[in-house]
């Protein structure tokens, strides 16, 4: 996932020279996050997400500047989140990536009268993931796959075992992230290869329980049944 900001010409190019570097470096598709809700610029992050020129513009740029598939993560946070992953689909992203964190603030504690997390007495908004985000992140999925049914989407956002996965899944993402239970994950050093092991292990049981031969027997059965 890369980030940089907008608004000007050297900002594109900033876009240009990440993309290029990362794909020298062997990956096979880029994630443009401009959803980051700890931007304190103006021209950064999840203050950009709903601006759909931007967003264009923003694509243009890495598009033309390498090959491989381009995945645009959006903001959960704004109003227009259909128009946004319109605009980017439109401008050639391969996936749009939801959700990324929400913006939150922590609790004070009653006796003491500091928050939980704070410096000096003092917080700001911070981006609240995992579990916590699981049933927004899913209407977040939804809203888009019923608007885009045939178009991809990488599901984040509270999944730590098959259950979570598999909503997502049925819900329209062909392709799921997982963080904070992979930070969690004790014994594998914070990389989640236990989460990963027993996802795939759960998934490949379902399947062949209920005789799937892939995700996409089942992705999105969901939809209809929204109202």
Known sequence: SIMAGAGSEEEMENWRKLARAVVNAGCDAIELNISCPHMDRKDMGAHIANDEEMIRSILGAVTGAVTVPIWVKVTPSGSKLVDAARAAYEAGAASISLCNTFPSLPLMDPETLKFEVEVDGYVTSGGLGG?????????????????????????????????????????????????????????????????????????????????????????????????
């Open 131 to 227: 579990l916590a985000i699981l049933h927004q992140a899913l209407q977040r999925v939804s809203d888009v796959s019923r608007a885009f049914p045939d178009r991809a989407i990488s599901g984040i956002g509270g999944i730590k075992g098959f259950r979570e996965a598999f909503n997502f899944i049925v819900h329209g993402a062909g392709n799921l992230q997982v963080c904070t239970a992979a930070m969690e994950d004790k014994g594998s050093g914070g990389i989640g290869t236990n989460v990963i092991r027993e996802l795939t292990s759960d998934l490949a049981a379902f399947m062949e329980q209920k005789g799937y031969s892939s995700i996409e027997d089942f992705r999105g059965i969901a939809r209809e049944r929204i109202v």
